[in-house]
């Protein structure tokens, strides 16, 4: 079997090493020379440390325009909203640019939105639009439109022991869309994704290709487990596909993808990227000739705020506890899938992105985590239980930040011992493993992922 953990944050292995793990001085600072260094609050929400005069200023107007609210045209102020669509701002899904907590009704559903399609015989080419719905469920409509349903949330709790006998719960919801404006297909596909933090997401997209397509091992050829595969995704800009870094199943190559998509899906916003409504050739369709409405600088700006984002300073960095932490996270093996560490080139997009040396705890790539965090919809070459492995720094910031601990892709977990021990499939023994942990080892564990 093979032994990979996802979650928002932990990819627990089998333990193949208990050599000493040695604490890298520059690790403190996890996004090098961009790194942010005071915690509070607002600790998700600063420009990179290393920004030049034009830089900041450049920041500061695509800081602007994700936290703008945009509304109904006509409008000479942040015209294009619907005429359907999930949300009306960046920040209300990414509130301080953080994660969204998990809703728990329908007509609160926050950052958590949910893809649709229908199967295609290559899903490499992407998902197949739903007939009346596209490939977004928008539960909202500018006046006089009707969106496209509504969303019905329940869970179902169940009790789980530790090897010690202490017990532990987890809650799984159950996702229902209700009074649709189009038929639902019998063989539609539903996935419920939840915002997540943006920081540090341009030192991400800095990474060179080759670096992460060099870990890569779909087969498992080296029998350690681990089979990380890279998605494969279009890029509407280049009309090309190219490696799949950004969202939860690596679905966009470049963070101006990124962000316009999700303006166009999630706000109804057209750009030069995405001209198209995305009510187009619905009931919703208002035939107005008013595309693109996000201009294209606002978009390049847009996307620019995402790039500069500071990393948070680790806190806890030379504890104890949090030494030991580490000591187990790296023995179980969960760096095989959460890279500790790259560092880039001297070619990047940006100079401030520049060699630097940085600790996001990720590696880009699609794993299988079985069926119980399967949402059973291919995306381009991700499967239906596939999952890119999320970077982990600033996790342990969500509840100073965003005032919860809700994790995985639709916010379930309930903090991230939760989290881990949702795992199954590739991982069910390294979840076992962690089950078998005396009580101090397993807080040591995740006080080590808290501090990142």
Not at 68 to 83: D, H, I, K, Q
Not at 287 to 295: I, R
Not at 301 to 315: G, I
Request: glycine content about 8%; some cysteine.
């Amino acid at each position: 079997m093979k032994n990979v953990i996802y979650f928002i944050g932990i990819c627990l292995m089998v333990a193949c090493s208990k050599d000493s793990i040695e604490n890298d001085a520059s690790e403190e600072f996890p996004g090098g020379a961009t790194t942010y260094n005071s915690i509070f609050s607002g600790s998700y929400e600063q420009p990179a440390s290393n920004l030049n005069a034009n830089e900041l200023a450049q920041h500061a107007s695509g800081d602007k325009l994700f936290s703008n609210s945009f509304v109904a045209n006509p409008s000479t102020v942040n015209p294009g909203l619907g005429p359907i669509f999930n949300n009306v701002s960046c920040v209300l899904c990414h509130p301080k640019n953080g994660k969204s907590p998990q809703p728990f009704s329908g007509s609160d559903l926050r950052g958590l939105l949910f893809r649709v399609s229908i199967p295609r015989a290559d899903e490499s080419q992407g998902p197949m639009p739903v007939p009346g719905l596209g490939t977004q469920f928008q539960h909202r409509a500018i006046v006089g439109t009707t969106s496209e349903g509504q969303v019905q949330i329940s869970f179902q709790e169940t009790t789980h022991t530790f090897a010690d006998g202490s017990t532990y719960s987890l809650r799984k919801p159950i996702y229902t869309l209700t009074s649709t404006t189009a038929t639902i297909p019998a063989n539609m596909m539903v996935s419920p994704r939840i915002a997540q933090q943006v920081i540090g997401l341009g030192l991400l997209e800095a990474i060179p290709e080759s670096v992460i397509l060099a870990k890569q091992d779909i087969n498992d050829a080296d029998n350690d487990g681990i089979s990380g595969k890279a998605n494969r995704v279009f890029n509407p800009i280049l009309g090309v596909f190219e490696l799949g870094r950004f969202g939860w199943k690596a679905n966009n190559a470049t963070l101006l993808v990124q962000a316009t998509d999700a303006i166009h899906q999630d706000m109804g916003v057209t750009s030069f990227v995405f001209p198209q409504e995305t009510a187009y050739g619905q009931v919703q369709d208002d035939g107005l000739a008013d595309d693109p409405e996000l201009d294209s600088l606002d978009a390049i700006d847009l996307a620019f705020y995402t790039q500069s984002l500071a990393v948070p300073k680790r806190r806890d960095f030379n504890s104890s506890s949090t030494n030991n932490g580490k000591q187990i996270f790296f023995n179980i093996g969960c760096n095989k899938c959460h890279t500790q560490k790259y560092t880039t080139g001297n070619n990047t997009a940006f100079a401030f992105l520049n060699n630097q040396t940085f600790y996001p705890y990720t590696d880009l790539l699609l794993h299988d985590m079985g069926p119980d965090l399967a949402d059973g919809r291919p995306d381009y070459l991700a499967t239906g239980t596939e999952w890119r492995t999320p970077p982990l720094w600033g996790i342990g910031l969500s509840e100073l930040v965003n005032g919860h601990t809700n994790y995985l892709h639709d916010g379930r977990a309930r903090n991230l011992l939760e989290a881990i021990m949702w795992h199954g499939g590739e991982a069910e023994a390294q979840k076992i493993k962690v089950s078998q942990l005396s009580k101090k080892d397993r807080e040591d564990l995740v006080k080590f992922v808290g501090s990142l």
